[in-house]
């Protein structure tokens, strides 16, 4: 990609290593500072490393608030988050400054959407508990009540969220003879074609045996899925967590150990990495570190999606995905 503006190498800081060949472009336009680890950035390092720079490659372990931009100083022009949440970023503290904010949207739908059902999978046929007990080397043998699992087929899931990737949930559950609602604050207006049917957040979780929570982290979602909602839930019924602070954690690991749940799935946790210690303890909870954009494929593609939005904002251009 070539610069139509004034050709200026600005100075831009990138607060993760990131998978191989992204930063060549950059590299190759800007004075590029990395942080060169697999390690969240310090947070006393990464306000000095800010410090005069045009540009910022961020995750989402990387807080951008007040102390962030006052650090940073008038000349940042750009937060470009690696990732589709911004959770982490305190959006009109940027616009007050007049910093441009990025995502990386729709690039890692199809992946997230891949291990989602690989975590439905799991969690509805006990796969965990399947392979701790052989690693375990605890006895087992085959019988007919052992470690009984959820069918998929011909049982309702239920989709909290049917942005891109609850859509793409959706395209794969239908392969498994699944039927499907889903509940956003308002019907999608493509709701026959999708196959799903909208439902209240009451109906959704009454009806379904499956659900999968998919939707963005917000004031209003924050801890939506509290004792009382997840009650609601049938009984033996499963649920897989892709969003983090969505789901209460101490209410799922207490469900799960009633026995009001058969089994959850967390792929995304509330405090990560920290996990919930209550669903540690909990034979039924499948626990994953974060795994929903993992391959390199897509990994490579947030990162250049990353790379495209500074290029095109530190040219005088407007950014692809702007937040």
Not at 241 to 259: F, M, N, P
Request: proline share 5%; net charge negative.
């Amino acid at each position: 990609m070539g610069l139509t503006g004034t050709g200026r190498r600005e100075r831009v800081l990138v607060t993760r290593r990131l998978a191989p060949g992204t930063l060549d472009r950059l590299t190759a336009h800007h004075a590029v500072e990395l942080h060169d680890s697999d390690a969240v950035m310090p947070r006393d390092r990464l306000l000095e490393a800010v410090r005069g720079k045009a540009a910022v490659l961020t995750t989402l372990d990387d807080r951008v608030d007040e102390e962030f931009l006052e650090a940073a100083g008038p000349g940042l022009r750009v937060v470009a988050n690696h990732a589709v949440g911004l959770h982490n970023i305190d959006r009109g503290a940027c616009a007050a400054r007049g910093v441009e904010v990025t995502n990386t949207p729709g690039v890692l739908t199809e992946s997230t959407a891949d291990l989602t059902m690989a975590l439905l999978l799991g969690a509805a046929r006990r796969i965990g508990e399947g392979e701790r007990t052989v690693r375990s080397g605890t006895p087992w043998n085959w019988a007919p009540n052992f470690l009984l699992g959820l069918e998929l087929s011909g049982a309702r899931l239920g989709i909290l969220g049917m942005g891109e990737i609850g859509r793409a949930v959706a395209r794969r559950a239908r392969g498994f003879g699944l039927s499907i609602g889903y509940h956003n604050r308002s019907p999608l207006p493509d709701e026959h074609a999708s196959g799903a049917a909208w439902r209240t957040l009451e109906q959704l979780l009454a009806e379904s045996m499956l659900l999968v929570v998919s939707c963005p982290l917000t004031d209003r979602t924050r801890g939506l899925l509290d004792a009382r909602h997840l009650a609601l839930l049938p009984t033996g019924a499963v649920l897989v967590s892709i969003t983090a602070g969505v789901v209460d954690e101490d209410a799922l690991a207490a469900a799960l150990g009633s026995g009001a749940l058969l089994a959850a799935a967390v792929d995304h946790h509330t405090h990560e990495p920290a996990v919930n210690q209550a669903l540690l303890a909990q034979e039924g909870a499948l626990l994953t570190p974060h795994l929903g954009s993992a391959t390199t494929h897509t990994r490579q593609a947030m990162g250049a999606l990353a790379v495209d939005n500074i290029l095109a904002v530190l040219d005088g251009r407007r950014p692809p995905t702007p937040a």
